[in-house]
């Protein structure tokens, strides 16, 4: 799971596996920095796939 989870994005690591959060838990964590985009289809009932930006604004 970690092999498709972690990615490397401009030399930071990051870990895409958010297993049991909502949009909103998601939105709230990623504050400022991200913006969510959309909700990605799911041909499974029982999960939800979230699609968010950086925002270009922000600077950590």
Known sequence: ME???VT???G???DRNFIAHNE???SAAAGESF?????M???MKIWAYY???KNEEVRV
């Open 8 to 10: 490397e994005i401009d």
């Open 3 to 5: 092999e498709r989870s």
């Open 24 to 26: 909103e838990e998601l």
């Open 12 to 14: 930071e690591t990051y």
């Open 51 to 53: 699609l968010f930006q």
């Open 41 to 43: 289809p799911s041909d």
């Open 35 to 39: 913006a969510l985009v959309r909700e």
